[in-house]
């Protein structure tokens, strides 16, 4: 877990720093003025990224709870980044309204979506494979007898 910690750490910092050039300026001017400089803002930005790749990677522990579905785990998982998402975007200038900030949430939804979709065809596939190997071997046993 703690690798998971540091790793989403690092990745959510550098995610979150390379968005931020993405759209054109490294931190939000908004950031500058609350921090009072361009290193302060930088500093406070590169944290609250890293703390939100933190605890977006750790969500995915939920995927490891054998006794939940993949749906459940999902939802949670979204659940996790979702709303850890509105006060970090609020912090760091990343959305400046309310309409912003839903249509990321939206944006984020779909995202989701199409990842549990790719991992539940992974699955479903894997299943099937699995169902064939264990009739192929049961009806070989059989052939024998």
């Known amino acids: 877990m703690i690798r998971r910690i540091i790793l989403g750490f ?20 908004m950031l500058v003025a609350r ?7 930088i500093l406070v930005q590169s944290l609250v990224s890293g703390l939100y790749g933190s605890f977006a990677l750790t969500g995915t522990l939920f995927y490891d709870i054998e006794q939940w579905s993949l749906t459940r785990s999902s939802v949670m998982h ?28 939206g944006i984020l939804l779909v995202a989701c979506f199409i990842i549990w ?29």
């Open 10 to 29: 690092l990745l959510g910092t550098a995610i979150g720093n390379l968005i931020a050039w993405f759209f054109g300026s490294y931190v939000s001017s």
């Open 35 to 41: 921090m009072g400089s361009v290193p302060a803002a």
């Open 117 to 145: 979709l790719v991992i539940y065809l992974r699955y479903k596939r894997e299943v099937r494979s699995l169902n064939e190997m264990l009739n192929k071997s049961f009806l070989q046993k059989e052939e024998r007898l």
């Open 78 to 105: 979204f659940l996790v980044i979702a709303v850890l998402y509105v006060p970090a975007a609020m912090l760091l200038g990343w959305a400046g309204s309310a309409v912003e900030i839903l249509i990321v949430e």
